[in-house]
């Protein structure tokens, strides 16, 4: 039984993990361009309606998965042109992605599909699948089909590759010129264009790879761990996703560390609904369900020292004549 409970708990962490991590790593590239994301959730949401509705009504994955990179893409460059072209206050800009994207997704589900504003269940066809075929469920009193099999190898495509972008983010900015360039732009942006290079553009390429990274967040919750879109499906992964990049230091991979943390909160709350505990009795469901978000915020909060943002985060560059 301990080896299904483990495959069980390694399998659930991963899944909550990929969201939160591609979402994480899309704020750390645009941040460190010095651009601030609160859009995070809505680009999230967008996305993960725009590939629901692409995938139900043509049966495309690849349709389905093109349609949530564009319309997040195009969240990004809303956002760039609001402040990047104009110098808007982005936090403004960023709460106002979030409430029109909370009420646009349901408006056009209510429209489209008159459902209330969720979208009809997506095919099997359409949705993603385990690389490896044989592993969907645990099996008892088989170590290896349980923890390795299913916990590890369970999972869809981009489960692995969310993992792999965290040290493909890591040698981009740490190895890379664009990456260096774009990490300057994030702390002397006066420097970076005395030495000839557009500050406008990097940051717009820093929200452009914003913008497609949560369009791969969005799709994955519709086309990999549910089967259709809800209203406010995203439950504030976007905020979490924020948190664990500032207490990651926006760095990748102390960033893909505390999501990993809130995965695994997350997995073992799931194990403890129901749980009757000594003298205590059956936990709340209500109380386990906020479990991780109070835990992880306690440990992140805890043990992790002060975070030094980029020093041009969230100032709008002028540039000098």
Known sequence: MDEVLIGSVIASTLRVTTPLLLAALAGLLSERSGVVDLGLEGKMLSAAFAAAAVGAMTGSTLLAVGAALLVACAWSLVHGFACVSHRGDQVVSGVAINMVSAGLTVVLGIAWFAQGGQTPPVSP?????????????PAEGQWFASVLGHGLLSHNGLVYAAFALVFAVWYFLERTRPGLRLRAVGENPAMVEAAGVSVKGLRYGALVLNGLLCGLAGCYLTLAQNASFAPNMTAGRGYIALAAMIFGKWKPLPTAAACLLFGFLDAVAIRLQGVKLPGIG????????ALPYLLTVILLAGFIGQALAPKALGRPYVKER
Request: glycine share 10%; no cysteine; proline share 10%.
């Open 125 to 137: 066809e359409v949705r993603l699948h385990g690389l490896v075929p044989g592993f969907a469920e």
């Open 282 to 289: 059956e936990v709340p469901v209500q109380a386990i369900q």
